[in-house]
């Protein structure tokens, strides 16, 4: 899939190592991506809990407000209302790290799982490289070694007829 993006003049063993670096890659992204997502889909659903419950409990407690006949059933209301509330806060900070907790679990498995499988790949890749090096200075030291032979044999036949000769094949 993503070796068309790979350049055509790299040799193929090599276009072959980084292909498959990169879809390990990309399927570590993805695999992490979607465990955020579904931490912020729990997360989300955690917090539309407690503000579902929090405006249900004060449109509870505005109704009571609003029936007060005296000062004293006003104040007696208006106490009445906090403990719930309070109550709605200790379940969302209880629910809270389980989450977080949950997610840090599903995250460090996806890193253990894809981690050993990108070492191997980046190491055949280096392993490729040094390879595909080697073959080059080899090819290198043997064009430099058919010039020096070559000026060797033209400075030969100079020093043979006397004069200086320029000419490199």
């Not at 072959?16 to 879809?23: P, T, V």
């Not at 991506?33 to 449109?59: F, R």
């Not at 209301?77 to 209880?94: F, G, L, T």
């Not at 890749?125 to 070694?145: F, G, H």
Request: proline share 5%.
């Amino acid at each position: 899939m993503l070796s068309r993006f790979i350049s055509p003049a790299l040799p193929p063993a090599f276009k072959a190592a980084l292909g498959k670096h990169a879809e390990l890659q990309l399927s570590f992204c993805t695999e992490i991506g979607n465990k955020m997502l579904t931490a912020s889909q729990q997360m989300m659903q955690l917090n539309l809990q407690l503000m579902h419950a929090v405006i249900a409990q004060m449109d509870s407690a505005n109704h009571q407000l609003m029936q007060a006949q005296n000062p004293a059933e006003f104040a007696s209301a208006m106490v009445n209302q906090v403990h719930p509330i309070v109550e709605h806060w200790r379940s969302y900070q209880q629910c809270l790290p389980n989450v977080l907790a949950s997610t840090q679990i599903e995250l460090t498995k996806a890193a253990e799982s894809h981690v050993p499988q990108a070492t191997r790949s980046a190491v055949a890749i280096a392993d490729e490289l040094t390879r595909a090096a080697a073959e080059e200075a080899e090819k290198i030291s043997a064009n430099q070694r058919a010039l020096l032979e070559k000026i060797s044999i033209n400075f030969d036949e100079s020093a043979d007829t006397g004069r200086p000769e320029r000419r490199i094949h």
